[in-house]
């Protein structure tokens, strides 16, 4: 029996693994064409909106994604077996066994850096389709639909999924999904991310490093322009947060760059932070 493997802070940054972050926006605001602020010679682009128009002529390698199950086998062949799987779930050793026959030499996919995934709106919608077919979303008693069912098998899958290519440390995973302004019983406004069901959108700010807004900014003076919110609090009450503690709530919308800075970037020091809490006088 081994014993018990304490990793150092200079081992843990020194080990370092790939960004996984989140870019939430409105539609037409830019997301799929940060594909070209990245290295197209080591980026996969996972389309699942048959967005390609968008990025004609970037040189990048893609793959096409049209149903849950093969967005399921796709992550198993990038993320490899999850060794807690049982050998009838999704993940497992036997999944993995299948989609390398299937798809091949899963050694092709080691020239890729950063997978760059477009989009978990659809993802999620694709889930939903399916979730929608399978015996839970049916009442045991009735044989009638069961919508509560149907979600809450969305929402394992959806999760599931997200973590699995989380969990590919040496590689840079980025999501990319549509966000939505509302307005509560007040008429005051707030942002939401466009996923099929509640469940994910909470949870995926607990499984990713980084969650970033691309929006439009409209300053008092000058011109408008497109940028990232990175953190919160921010004016405008956008999803955010950096766990890397490296980037300004205001960053240009470059991908490439952004996640230099996260690599290289001075991380705040603990001397910056403050611990008080207002009174509120």
């Not at 497992?92 to 989009?119: N, W």
């Not at 490439?256 to 403050?274: H, N, P, W």
Request: proline share 5%; charged share 20%; aromatic share 10%.
């Amino acid at each position: 029996m081994s014993g018990l493997k304490i990793i150092g802070a200079d081992q843990r940054m020194a080990e370092q693994g790939g960004i996984k972050g989140v870019i939430f926006g409105p539609a037409k605001i830019g997301k799929t064409s940060l594909l070209w602020t990245l290295d197209p010679a080591t980026t996969l682009f996972v389309d699942l909106e048959a967005g390609g128009l968008s990025v004609q002529g970037w040189g990048g390698d893609s793959v096409e994604v049209r149903d849950w199950e093969y967005a399921r086998d796709l992550a198993c062949f990038l993320g490899g077996p999850t060794p807690a799987m049982r050998a009838d779930q999704p993940y497992s050793q036997a999944h993995y066994d299948y989609v390398c026959q299937s798809f091949g030499d899963p050694g092709v996919l080691a020239k890729y850096q950063t997978i760059f995934v477009d989009s978990i709106t659809v993802a999620s919608r694709l889930a939903y389709q399916w979730a929608s077919g399978q015996p839970a979303a049916f009442s045991e008693k009735t044989g009638k639909p069961d919508t509560r069912g149907a979600y809450g098998l969305l929402g394992k899958e959806m999760i599931g999924w997200v973590t699995q290519l989380q969990h590919i440390g040496s590689r840079n995973i980025w999501f990319v999904g549509l966000l939505d302004a509302k307005r509560d019983d007040f008429n005051r406004e707030y942002f939401e991310p466009q996923i099929e069901g509640s469940k994910t959108g909470l949870e995926l700010p607990g499984i990713v490093d980084e969650v970033i807004t691309m929006s439009e900014i409209r300053p008092e003076s000058g011109a408008p322009y497109r940028a990232f919110i990175c953190t919160r609090p921010n004016e405008w009450g956008y999803p955010a947060g950096d766990r890397s503690g490296k980037l300004d709530v205001i960053e240009e919308p470059h991908l490439g760059k952004l996640m230099e800075k996260i690599r290289t970037g001075q991380r705040a020091s603990s001397s910056t932070y403050t611990y008080n809490i207002a009174s509120g006088e």
